[in-house]
């Protein structure tokens, strides 16, 4: 099994990138994972030609079994995470892919509205989508020194996730929960 990752963070040490970083560390052995980071490069939707960066984003995510995807930390999307679902959309580049989203933020609300865009972005595209809101301060210490997952519980909530993303075939005893 192979799962992208895409942040909606355009900023590469930001909690959310890190947060997926993380996440992808989390995964069952044996399941590839691999965080595409051209989200700043992608333009906006246009008839025509596929600019190069979303033929890599659609050809990536063509390859894989499943999206692992992190909404931002505020409740707003940044433009091009709808530019790069747009391009995804009208190339059915999600149509029947299973997508995993993670959401956090210091509120609950950031979080809810934040995935709740996501939501509709993806159902109209056609993925078939799972996910946790998990509302977490940024500003706290979530991760160790070497950018795995610290908290327990945090660790659990994103376990479950991928739990529902990976098929029980690939899912070590341990992360079953």
Same mark, same amino acid.
């Given at each position: 099994?192979? $799962? $992208? ?10 909690? $959310? ?6 996440? !992808?560390? @989390? ?20 008839? !025509? &030609? ?5 033929? @890599?984003?659609?050809?990536? +995510?063509?390859? *894989?079994?499943?999206? %692992? #995807?992190?909404? &931002? ?5 940044? +433009? ?5 679902? =747009?391009?995804? *959309?009208?190339? =059915?580049? #999600? *149509? ?5 989203? $993670?959401?956090? *933020?210091?509120?609950?609300? !950031? ?20 996910? =946790? @809101? ?5 500003? !706290?210490?979530?991760?160790?020194? =070497? ?6 519980? %945090? ?9 529902? #993303? ?5 899912? @070590?005893?341990? #992360?079953?929960?």
């Amino acid at each position: 099994m192979k $799962i $992208i990752g895409i942040a909606a963070g355009l900023h590469a040490g930001s909690f $959310i990138n890190r947060l997926l970083e993380a996440a !992808g560390g @989390e995964l069952p052995k044996g399941v590839g994972f691999s965080v595409w980071s051209g989200l700043g490069e992608i333009p906006p939707y246009a008839r !025509g &030609p596929v600019p190069a960066s979303a033929r @890599e984003l659609i050809r990536l +995510v063509a390859a *894989s079994d499943a999206v %692992l #995807l992190t909404a &931002p930390e505020h409740s707003l999307l940044p +433009v091009e995470l709808t530019y790069a679902l =747009d391009w995804m *959309s009208a190339r =059915d580049g #999600l *149509s029947g892919k299973h997508v995993a989203v $993670i959401s956090a *933020s210091a509120r609950a609300c !950031g979080a809810m509205w934040a995935q709740a865009e996501l939501y509709k972005h993806l159902q109209a595209a056609g993925a078939v989508v799972m996910g =946790d @809101e998990l509302v977490i301060s940024p500003a !706290g210490r979530h991760f160790d020194e =070497d950018g795995h997952l610290a908290d327990p519980a %945090l660790r659990a909530q994103v376990r479950a996730v991928i739990g529902r #993303l990976c098929p029980a075939e690939v899912m @070590e005893p341990a #992360l079953l929960l």
